[in-house]
């Protein structure tokens, strides 16, 4: 009886749009521990405790970003398109990231994740186009994002070839995911919404994402300098 309860229960309840909310709350809780606003919103007693809270439940959102960079890259009707539209938002992004994370206007030592993501789907591109040479191209993204400091360094393009490449096969991509993350335990949990996505896009604002980096970034700087 219980059998045939489960199997009647739908857990495919996510649809990107819902996805992007998670990753989008999720990121947002980490960028305020990170940026260090936690400690000027509360005192030093608690303040520490929190940061770490914050810092935990973040890592959620960067492996469901790559797995909705996959989701976007094979659905999309024009590339081209999807690649400019995530590089002008890398680079419309990369000041707000420096002034908040590093107080510089410009700082090359990090670059934000919209660089990541860019790194990543060039890579599914060519991963595409000349499907006998995917491992270098999987290597090239690594080596490009390693030396360009992207955020979570050559973590991203060897994550999104992981979902990209096992797409159909769910148990090979869990363990694959998994295990690039196993470095930060907390971002396994991410699997689970992930794996509850139906393939649905939900309703949402087209470019919420692009818009919500860099604003919530510029956020966080007016808090930092209005609070201090």
Same mark, same amino acid.
């Given at each position: ?8 229960? *739908? ?14 709350? $999720? ?15 509360? *005192? ?31 659905? $999309? ?52 186009? &000349? ?10 993204? =690594? ?6 400091? =992207? ?10 070839? =992981?979902? &990209? ?11 694959? $995911? ?8 907390p971002a396994i949990f991410s699997l689970?919404?992930? *794996?509850? &996505? *139906? ?11 692009y818009f919500f980096y860099p604003v ?13």
């Open positions: 009886m219980k059998g045939k309860v489960l199997k009647k229960i *739908n857990f495919k309840i996510f649809s990107s749009a819902a996805l992007k909310y998670i990753a989008m709350l $999720t990121m947002l809780i980490d960028h305020i521990g990170a940026s260090g606003l936690i400690f000027i919103l509360f *005192n030093s007693s608690i303040s520490v405790r929190l940061y770490h809270i914050s810092r935990m439940v973040g890592r959620i959102s960067f492996p469901i970003y790559l797995f909705l960079l996959v989701e976007g890259f094979v659905h $999309t009707k024009d590339i081209k398109k999807y690649i400019i539209r995530i590089a002008a938002f890398a680079v419309l992004s990369e000041i707000p990231f420096d002034l908040v994370f590093w107080g510089h206007i410009l700082e090359f030592y990090h670059q934000n994740v919209m660089w990541s993501l860019l790194i990543c789907v060039i890579m599914m591109h060519m991963m595409r186009k &000349y499907p006998d040479f995917s491992i270098i191209f999987v290597g090239i993204g =690594c080596f490009i994002a390693w030396i360009c400091r =992207c955020d979570y360094v050559y973590i991203g393009p060897l994550a999104v070839a =992981c979902m &990209y490449l096992f797409r159909d096969w769910i148990i090979y991509k869990n363990v694959a $995911t998994a295990l690039v993350f196993s470095f930060e335990p689970i919404p992930i *794996n509850m &996505y *139906n393939g649905k896009k939900g309703k949402s604002f087209k470019y919420l994402f919530h970034l510029l956020v966080l700087v007016l808090l930092k300098n209005l609070l201090r």
